[in-house]
């Protein structure tokens, strides 16, 4: 596994938020009772609650309970990787079409290896989506595209993803909701990679391809029975190949949103935090970057 684990797990709420697609029609599935993990930074008088998120679920993981709940029912701010939904919407697809097209460039599948642009090719046959079109699009986008697009075809929903219940929670309760980023923002971490390395993640990606439902299924899993080092394990499956994508998606991001909460510390009050769980797991999660700045967090027991 390599590009694909950071993408669903840290950096896919901008694309989700542009791209939709029916998923097949399936039997209703059994309710799946989740506890994913929380964490907690205080002072005297500012509580920061840590959530992470998967940003594609499937619509019978039931996880918004028990700590989760209460513990973002007590805040007054709630904190989402992107809040800028009407942005997203103005610009919507033909926006993103724009920024991910290279129309004068060769042709994608020319510029991978031999063995990879023929899979490429192929991959792009096996989910209907147009070759003529695809093979002028700029690596990053067709990452995305076949990273995503299959797993909303087999029933992972972003309109199911924890990110989308809790802004939706957080509108409907008249709370605050404050952006870490923006979406053309997180878009541009991937536009401004050097083109060698997204040819390598779109290069890793056609290779996971085979087994993406059950990579999603194992991260989920993890993810779902409260699990981060388990998580942290599969997320590492990619850093070892990618250190300079994960210092992009991860490190950079995780050191300056560990900035962003101490800096909060300042200011009274309850704050609920919901962004990628790649983020919280790992030797460079945002607990690790603000323990080296000197701010404790703690696990929330999961019978709070």
């Known amino acids: 596994m390599a590009a694909l684990a950071l993408i669903v797990a840290c950096a896919a709420p901008a694309f989700a938020k542009t ?48 700590p989760v709940r209460k513990a973002f029912d007590k805040a007054q701010d709630v904190v989402l990787e992107i809040a800028d939904r009407d942005e997203a919407a103005a610009g919507g697809q033909a926006a993103l079409v724009q920024r991910a097209f290279a129309p004068d460039a060769p042709p994608l599948s020319s510029r991978l290896p031999a063995a990879d642009g023929a899979r490429y090719l192929a991959a792009l046959q096996q989910n209907d989506i147009p070759a003529a079109v695809f093979d002028k699009v700029k690596p990053w986008f067709a990452t995305f595209t076949l990273s995503i697009l299959p797993l909303q075809k087999s029933g992972y929903d972003p309109a199911s993803g924890a990110d989308r219940a809790i802004e939706g929670a957080a509108q409907k309760a008249g709370k605050r909701l404050i952006g870490l980023e923006t979406t053309a923002q997180q878009l541009g971490f991937f536009e401004t990679m050097p083109e060698a390395l997204q040819l390598q993640m779109l290069s890793e990606t056609i290779d996971e391809l085979p087994t993406i439902t059950e990579t999603i299924g ?85 019978q709070r």
């Not at 840590?50 to 619509?59: A, N, Q, Y």
């Open 19 to 66: 791209t939709a697609v029916a998923a097949e029609a399936t039997p209703q599935a059994k309710i799946i009772d989740a506890h994913p993990a929380l964490w907690v930074v205080k002072d005297r008088d500012t509580t920061i609650y840590l959530f992470g998120t998967i940003h594609l679920l499937r619509p019978n993981i039931r996880w918004f309970e028990g």
């Open 218 to 302: 194992r991260m989920i899993a993890a993810w779902s029975s409260g699990n981060p080092d388990g998580l942290a394990d599969l997320m590492n499956e990619s850093i070892d190949s990618n250190p300079e994508f994960e210092r992009i998606l991860l490190t950079d991001r995780n050191a300056h949103w560990a900035d962003w909460i101490k800096a909060r510390l300042d200011e009274p009050g309850t704050v609920f935090i919901a962004v990628g769980a790649g983020h919280l797991a790992g030797e460079h999660s945002v607990q690790a970057m603000l323990k080296a700045r000197g701010v404790t967090s703690r696990r929330v027991d999961k």
